[in-house]
């Protein structure tokens, strides 16, 4: 009968340690689920050299709100078009724009995109569109701060058909930030310039592009000067030329690239780690067996 009893004790013992670990996977879960949940929107715009007729595709993760357009010219002063559109159950979108008498400037013309939630901004790119004598050159330039899993992939905002392209890469928790790109000239040096999210400059490193216009570059983030949290903005310069200036943004937190492991994350171990303690003490819980 003591036998029994024990054999029960034991199996009891055993059920509510099974029961734990799936908690703490299922905690685990939903951990991951917080921090590497896809995130963001991209957005590019196409044209054919000669054309009249801009075409503007995206994705984004929101697709219960619209998509606003606002496109200025370059100088800044004229709004020469605007637009609104709403994703489809995907988040995909498109839209195309045609160009009016009202492009009058010769220049990069910039296209803004944003979406908004009572008037709170929730995301906004721009890229740019080249235009002469009321015609398009040439374009395929993509923006995009869309993130999944660990691993984080900005695009370009200016494309290789503009110039100079540029990609951030970078682990999620890393300090590290892996600057790449292009260029199609090879002449002349790139100068890559971070700036944290008050406007002051960081980081300032300068490469070399090889035979094939390619380039790389490893920033290391962290320190003083990395103290803000933010986005930071990392500019690639050759040229004066808007054609050769690009540039992207990459997340910074207490220094690390999208810290893995935040606030949420924290609270949730913590109230694993309370319960089993809680149910321990309760129903006295011993990993070793008494005999």
């Known amino acids: 009968m003591v036998r029994i009893r024990m054999n029960f ?30 995130q963001g929107m991209a957005i590019t715009a196409t044209a054919d050299r000669g054309s009249d007729v801009i075409t ?5 993760v929101s697709d219960v709100t619209d998509v606003t357009f606002r496109i200025t010219s370059p100088s ?55 235009v002469t004598n009321g015609m398009a050159e040439k374009t395929s330039a993509t923006e995009s701060n869309l993130t999944s899993d660990s691993f984080v992939t900005i695009k370009p905002s200016v494309t290789r058909d503009i110039g100079l392209e540029i990609y951030a890469d970078a682990v999620i928790g890393s300090t590290t930030i892996e600057i790449t790109g292009s260029t199609d000239r090879v002449s002349a040096d790139i100068t890559l310039t971070v700036t944290a999210p008050n406007g002051n400059v960081v980081s300032i490193d300068q490469v070399s592009p090889m035979l094939n216009g390619e380039f790389t570059s490893v920033i290391t983030t962290g320190g003083p000067l990395w103290k803000q949290d933010g986005f930071y903005t990392v500019t690639a310069q050759q040229f004066d030329s808007p054609k050769y200036i690009a540039s992207t943004e990459v997340d910074i937190q207490d220094g690390v690239v999208v810290p893995e492991f935040g606030t949420i994350a924290a609270m949730i171990l913590a109230v694993a780690i309370i319960s089993i303690i809680a149910i321990s003490a309760k129903s006295r819980l011993s990993i070793m067996p008494r005999y």
Do not use: C
């Open 76 to 130: 800044g002063n004229n709004v020469v078009a605007i637009d609104q559109v709403t994703p489809d159950g995907n988040g995909d979108f498109v839209t195309e724009f045609k160009i009016s008498p009202l492009w009058k400037e010769d220049g990069f013309y910039t296209i803004t995109a944003k979406q908004s939630i009572q008037q709170n901004s929730l995301y906004s790119l721009k890229v740019l569109v080249e």
């Open 56 to 60: 503007v595709t995206g994705k984004t």
């Open 9 to 38: 004790k034991r199996s009891t013992t055993s059920m509510a340690i099974v029961i734990m670990a799936l908690s703490l996977v299922s905690m685990a879960s939903i951990q991951q689920d917080v921090f590497a949940q896809t």
